[in-house]
């Protein structure tokens, strides 16, 4: 059974850094789709990032591009979101999600199977 663990929310002033992880186990990773989801209170669950497991595609919200970073350490099967100069409004709690497709990346949640559980990003003003 696919599992992922998320770790490494907390609480960071504006325009901070912070390095989210996800460790997976279950699953055979290689023909995955692994993505980044955040939700803040009172709004929908919105895509943030993700990456073919396979290689050679990666995406991102307008939002973040330039700022986070998505990668990963084959070796761990462990995915990570390195955000880099946080605002405050992305204060929310952020979720790793993966999907069995190696050929195309959904940016709608519930196109992904599984879910970790999430972690709360706090950035204060």
């Known amino acids: 059974q696919v599992q992922l663990v998320v770790s490494g929310g907390g609480l960071v002033q504006a325009v901070g850094s912070l390095r989210l992880s996800c460790a997976a186990s279950?699953?055979?990773?290689?023909?995955?789709?692994m993505a980044w989801f955040r939700q803040a209170p009172g709004k929908e669950r919105e895509f943030v990032a993700a990456?073919?497991?396979?290689?050679?595609?990666?995406e991102y919200a307008d939002s973040v591009k330039g700022r986070f970073t998505i990668s990963r350490d084959n070796a761990k099967n462990t995915v990570y979101l390195q955000m880099n100069s946080l605002k405050p409004e992305e204060t929310a709690v952020y979720y790793c999600?993966?999907?069995?497709?190696?050929?195309?990346?959904?940016?709608?949640?519930?196109?992904?199977?599984?879910w970790g559980r999430g972690t709360q990003v706090a950035v204060s003003s």
């Open positions: 999600a993966t999907r069995p497709r190696f050929f195309d990346i959904s940016r709608v949640s519930r196109e992904y199977a599984y």
């Open positions: 279950g699953g055979t990773f290689s023909t995955y789709t």
């Open positions: 990456f073919l497991w396979s290689g050679g595609r990666w």
